[in-house]
């Protein structure tokens, strides 16, 4: 059974990237037929799709976040990881990794990370 | 950017009675619509997807049914377990996935 495991700081500063890491276990993420993805949750709001990646490293954003994201692969570590620049207060949130296939949608989800963007 | 819009976004039921959360979507979605559950502090949990199709192991007692713009989250018979927040997500590969505002649903 696939767990995937969200690492990473809990505090960005503003203007700074955050740089996020999915840990998959269970399964390879090289040859999987799954994209990688990610979503947050601001506090007490909903959900918002960030983007995934294919292991081939094919990706796919959110346009409204586009210019600030950047997803990419390690196959050889069985991880994904994300990249958003120029962060503000409006980004903070819980930060969830997550397996997305087109049958299905995301299926399989880590527990999320807690991400503060302060001063 | 497709809209996905749920009602009530607050429902007070009790344990055994029948529950319906309803999601609308801008446009066209034809039946590629997924349905989560959600505790606090947890993950959301995958119910549905495509429209009816039910996730194993979720209890039967959570159906979904609609295409189009408009979809239904049914739970037959509530126990004390569904009580959380529902989101239903709309997987249209031609405009970027998006969520409903979710529906709470709370024990009365």
């Known amino acids: 059974q696939l767990q995937l495991q969200e690492s990473g700081p809990g505090l960005v500063k503003p203007s700074e990237t955050l740089s996020l890491t999915c840990t998959v276990s269970?399964?390879?993420?090289?040859?999987?037929?799954?994209?990688w993805g990610w979503i947050r949750q601001p506090p007490g709001k909903g959900l918002e799709w960030i983007g995934y990646?294919?292991?081939?490293?094919?990706?796919y954003s959110n346009p409204s976040l586009r210019s600030r994201v950047t997803i990419s692969v390690d196959t050889s570590k069985n991880q994904f990881s994300l990249k958003l620049s120029s962060v503000t207060a409006a980004d903070t949130a819980v930060y969830y990794c997550a397996t997305y296939s087109g049958d299905y949608s995301f299926d399989n989800w880590g527990q999320g990370t807690q991400v503060t963007v302060s001063s | 950017d497709i809209q996905m819009t749920q009602s009530p976004s607050t429902l007070s039921a009790s344990v055994g009675d029948r529950v319906t959360i309803t999601c609308r979507a801008s446009q066209s979605i034809n039946s590629w619509l997924a349905w989560y559950q959600q505790k606090p502090g947890k993950a959301p949990k995958l119910l549905i997807y495509?429209?009816?199709s039910l996730k194993s192991g979720v209890p039967s007692r959570f159906s979904g049914s609609g295409s189009g713009t408009e979809f239904t989250l049914i739970i037959s018979s509530l126990q004390p377990d569904d009580f959380a927040t529902y989101y239903c997500q709309h997987y249209n590969n031609f405009s970027p996935y998006t969520f409903g505002q979710g529906t709470k649903l709370e024990i009365k």
């Open positions: 495509q429209a009816s």
């Open positions: 990646i294919y292991y081939s490293g094919t990706t």
């Open positions: 269970g399964g390879s993420i090289r040859g999987s037929s799954y994209y």
